[in-house]
Each structure stands twice: as C-alpha cells, then as structure tokens.
C-alpha cells in the first residue's frame, strides 16, 4: 500500500510541476477586418469603338444575308433582324445594332446548314 501511495505522490508532484512550468498563454485579440476595397466601375464602353463594332457586325451580317439570298436559303427571321439592325444603327442605338446583326448572320448561317438535309424524308 505505501508503494501505490507514493506513485501516486509522484505523479501529482509531476503534473503540478509541468503546469507550473508552462508558459502563460498570450490571448491575441481576434483579427481586424481589412478596409473595404475600393470598387472601381469599368469605364463606359468608347462610343467611337462601339460604332464602329456595329458597322463591321451589320456588313458581316449583310453579306452573310446575300449568300443565304443567292442560295435561296434565307429566313425571313434574319432578313428582320438585318432590317432592325440597320434602323438601329441609323438610330445610333449601336448595342441594339450589333445584337440585331449577330442574330440575322447566325439566321442566314443557320439557312445555309439547312440545304445539306434533303428536302423530304
């Protein structure tokens, strides 16, 4: 019995002296947040650069009309959409331009991949 005891005496002697010999804790304060970064908007599109995007897309859109025309594969929907594209260029509405002009050459492309079906299954 004095043999267990004095185990025991040890291991409380050892653990009070290794929590005596630990360091303190050092509590950090939580970390601050960062300032709110600066949000810069994008500068507005140059309306020179635009317009002159909107021309380049309604040639495009013109020529690719006048294949599906000599082919006799032109869809109305592109030949309104060319139509749109011009009005809004002539408005100088030139984003409405450029998305009327991409829609009419996708259409007058689209009526070009159709002749390579046959007509009747």
């Given at each position: 019995m004095l043999e267990t005891s004095r185990v025991w005496l040890v291991v409380a002697a050892l653990s009070a002296s290794a929590c005596a010999l630990r360091e303190p804790e050092v509590v950090t304060p939580p970390p601050q947040p960062a300032p709110p970064a600066m949000v810069v908007a994008p500068p507005?599109?140059?309306?020179?650069a635009l317009a002159e995007?909107?021309?380049a897309m309604l040639a495009q859109a013109e020529t690719d009309v006048q294949r599906a025309r000599a082919k006799r594969a032109l869809w109305q929907k592109a030949w309104e959409d060319l139509v749109a594209s011009r009005q809004a260029l002539a408005a100088k509405d030139?984003?409405?331009?450029?998305?009327?002009?991409k829609r009419a050459s996708e259409f007058a492309l689209l009526g070009l991949e159709q002749l390579a079906y046959p007509a009747v299954k």
């Open positions: 507005p599109p140059d309306d020179t995007e909107a021309k030139h984003a409405r331009a450029i998305r009327h002009a």
